[in-house]
């Protein structure tokens, strides 16, 4: 009996990564593949997760091997893993990695902890250049990072908010890989009065930012009361919202956002999809409209490099037809 190998990656690249390992080594049991496809939700990820440990033989441990830190995929094994004794994540899988953690989980010797450095220890050594000998790159310290341009900036006795998004995957691999680089934040918040009292969900949020950035859940009256603690003056912060709701009640609250990216909601039952990323409710429709009357700038982009598009114009355009 070996240790369970669970792949899963944004798109396809799991299962091709699998059939690539197998050309290699031949057919392995007691793993599976688990892609995070463009029309999945984060529900229907951890659906496909549970379907899958079902199927195979979890007795001595479970390995999920991920893309990426912070991904979503990541964040959904995050929460499987919590409580249980072998189960752990390695992010970063290639043919490398795969290639000696099938050959070695079979070793009568091998330990679950001998298994993960041995994982880690090529899947790394295996990125190299034939030309040039690449130095390690530091993380810069938050006072290296140099100040751009702020989009939300009160005045320097508050904290500069460069950024307020709502999307209701909150911390995933497009805020870790692109949005915060873009932003040049120093701290991630979540408000959400929701998730401030769900602590498991809270725990995983915070351990998943990016080197150089801490990540905060908050509630939104303590968001409120940060926001003027001159003690965070200056910081630059991205602040992430579950729906247009929350941002309304912040900024009814003191706190001058003026400006709001929409980068992701999903559908549910009662839901109706605007676009590809956004399904809104009454309860959402209402609060966009308030945040639009009061002049906030309401834009949809899912990643950075799409062309803004307006939330207004979507209702009217899906919606009040």
Do not use: C
Request: aromatic residues 6%; without cysteine; hydrophobic residues 40%.
């Amino acid at each position: 009996m070996s240790i369970a190998v669970i792949i899963s990656t944004h798109g396809s690249t799991a299962e091709n990564l699998l059939k690539t390992t197998e050309m290699i080594l031949g057919t392995q049991d007691n793993v599976s593949w688990v892609n995070f496809l463009p029309e999945d939700n984060a529900e229907i990820l951890k659906k496909k997760f549970i379907k899958n440990l079902e199927n195979l033989s979890t007795t001595i441990g479970v390995l999920f091997l991920v893309d990426m830190w912070g991904g979503t995929p990541f964040n959904i094994a995050n929460s499987i893993i919590v409580g249980k004794k072998n189960y752990d994540i390695i992010t970063g899988v290639n043919i490398p990695m795969l290639t000696e953690i099938f050959m070695a989980r079979n070793d009568e010797n091998i330990t679950f902890y001998k298994l993960i450095n041995i994982a880690i220890n090529n899947g790394r050594d295996a990125i190299k250049s034939t030309k040039n000998l690449v130095q390690p790159i530091h993380t810069k310290s938050l006072n290296d990072i140099n100040n751009t341009s702020d989009v939300n900036n009160f005045n320097n006795k508050h904290m500069i908010i460069n950024l307020a998004r709502i999307d209701d995957r909150l911390i995933h691999g497009q805020i870790v890989t692109r949005w915060t680089k873009e932003t040049n934040v120093s701290r991630i918040i979540v408000v959400s009065d929701e998730v401030a009292k769900d602590e498991i969900r809270k725990t995983l949020l915070t351990r998943i930012a990016p080197p150089g950035v801490t990540a905060h859940v908050v509630s939104i009256s303590k968001a409120i009361r940060v926001f003027h603690n001159p003690k965070y003056a200056k910081d630059r912060v991205m602040l992430l919202f579950n729906n247009p709701n929350d941002v309304l009640r912040l900024i009814e609250g003191g706190v001058p956002i003026t400006s709001v990216n929409i980068g992701g909601m999903a559908f549910q039952e009662g839901k109706i999809q605007i676009n590809d990323a956004i399904s809104v409710n009454k309860e959402d429709i209402d609060a966009f409209k308030k945040l639009n009357k009061i002049g906030i700038d309401l834009e949809v982009r899912k990643v950075i490099s799409d062309s803004p598009l307006k939330i207004m114009d979507l209702i009217k355009n899906k919606i009040n037809k």
